[in-house]
């Protein structure tokens, strides 16, 4: 597990995304990055949190400000994922578990006594000199996007 700190380097990364793209981090150099690690598409959390982004996509626009979401999901369910819900953020396939790895995502979770690994639900603001500025762990989606929207605004 990566234990990734404020001001370190963002670990870069080049998977398959939605639409057939290749997702990188390197391509957005020069661009604020809000890089969403959740654990599956199409779950309630997870799609309210995809929603909340694309909804709010046009302010992060303006601000320059690229969203990426990740999962372990593979990039045909993440066009269905946006198909379905009419997102608006890029989505990317981290089927090996490179990324989650790098980010220090991939924890133990707890559910009803049962122990098992998975996605932590995080986000990383990332400027544009690929650095991490920010850091949410843990993240509780109900208001999630509007304060990510406000250190994005604050960069």
């Known amino acids: 597990m990566s234990d990734l700190n404020i001001g370190d380097k ?22 604020n990055v809000v890089l969403y690690f959740y654990p599956k598409d199409d779950t309630p ?13 046009l302010e992060f626009d303006n601000e320059g400000a690229i969203i990426i979401g990740v999962s372990k999901d593979t990039a045909a369910k993440h066009d269905k994922f946006i198909a379905k819900h009419d997102l608006k953020v890029r989505l990317a396939a981290d089927t090996e578990g490179d990324i989650v ?12 006594g049962r122990k098992y690994m998975g996605i932590e639900r995080a986000t990383f603001l990332i400027d544009g000199d690929q650095n991490i500025v920010k850091i949410w762990r843990k993240v509780r989606v109900k208001d999630h996007v509007a304060t990510v929207l406000e250190a994005v605004k604050s960069l």
């Not at 670990?11 to 391509?27: A, I, Q, R, Y």
């Not at 959390?45 to 709010?56: Q, W």
């Not at 790895?101 to 009803?112: Q, S, T």
């Open 10 to 31: 963002a670990p870069d990364f080049s998977v398959e995304g939605d639409g057939g793209n290749t997702v990188s981090l390197s391509e957005f150099k020069g661009k």
């Open 101 to 112: 790895e790098k980010y220090g995502v991939w924890v133990e979770k707890n559910m009803y």
């Open 45 to 57: 959390g997870c799609t309210k949190e995809a929603i909340g982004f694309s909804e709010m996509k």
